[in-house]
């Protein structure tokens, strides 16, 4: 007998709270999973040479990813929620980028890459043509963080770009071909609309200003330009916070 209640005992999965909470409709636990692990401001993504890819949460506690941890299934749908309901902020070097996205997404694996909703990284990086008078192509580092979107973020609803003059084509006090430019432009709006869910396509201008011309093509593409100074939603500013290791 004394057996027979070991054998009962020992064949629980989870705890009685776990059961109930894994009882509940999921429409309701992803509503519980959003209230704890939705953020108001991006999550800053970076990773140190020879590192594990880490982020930066403003204001969040060192423990609100615990859920995580609780059971795998409980694990798997908070997954789910975590990257379809952030912002992830990619911070590096636009020669780099393409590199920390494919850490990022081999980091979380196909599944959760495919859940991704919202992506902010530096504008794909253009450069001129070594012999070709004024012409302009994308970067293959460009090219890279391109097509690293369009493969793993099926998913992907909105994607922020920053400009940082003078370091990018468009901000620049050179005189340049506009045509080859808008070429170049209409190359990247096309990899893009290939992510059939990607209804967002924001360029924010963090330092100079592009040619009135320029700054009209983009906005004939659909893309959202903004101007300096001009934040989409105030609460995304970073005050400072704690680092946390992605899983």
């Not at 629980?12 to 108001?40: C, E, M, T, W």
């Not at 190359?187 to 059939?196: C, E, F, G, M």
Request: hydrophobic fraction near 40%; charge should be neutral; include cysteine.
């Amino acid at each position: 007998m004394a057996a027979a209640r070991s054998n009962r005992t020992l064949s629980r999965p989870i705890s009685s709270a776990h059961a109930g909470f894994l009882n509940l409709p999921i429409d309701l636990s992803k509503s519980s999973y959003r209230q704890v692990l939705a953020v108001a401001h991006p999550l800053f993504l970076f990773q140190d040479p020879g590192c594990r890819i880490e982020s930066f949460g403003p204001e969040r506690p060192p423990q609100w990813l615990a859920l995580l941890y609780t059971n795998r299934q409980i694990s798997d749908e908070v997954k789910t929620v975590l990257h379809s309901t952030n912002e992830f902020a990619f911070e590096e070097e636009t020669k780099r980028q393409g590199n920390l996205l494919k850490s990022f997404l081999d980091c979380i694996g196909s599944v959760n890459a495919g859940f991704l909703s919202y992506i902010r990284m530096s504008f794909p990086a253009t450069e001129g043509v070594d012999g070709q008078l004024d012409e302009i192509r994308i970067r293959e580092d460009g090219w890279q963080t391109l097509r690293l979107l369009q493969e793993h973020c099926a998913n992907l609803k909105a994607l922020e770009t920053l400009v940082y003059g003078p370091n990018c084509i468009l901000i620049t006090d050179k005189e340049i071909n506009v045509r080859f430019l808008q070429d170049a432009l209409q190359d990247i709006n096309t990899q893009l609309r290939a992510i059939r869910r990607l209804d967002r396509i924001i360029v924010k201008i963090r330092s100079g200003s592009p040619a009135h011309q320029i700054a009209e093509f983009m906005q004939q593409l659909g893309w959202i330009v903004l101007p300096r100074n001009r934040e989409i939603n105030p609460s995304t500013t970073v005050v400072g916070g704690p680092r946390y290791i992605l899983l």
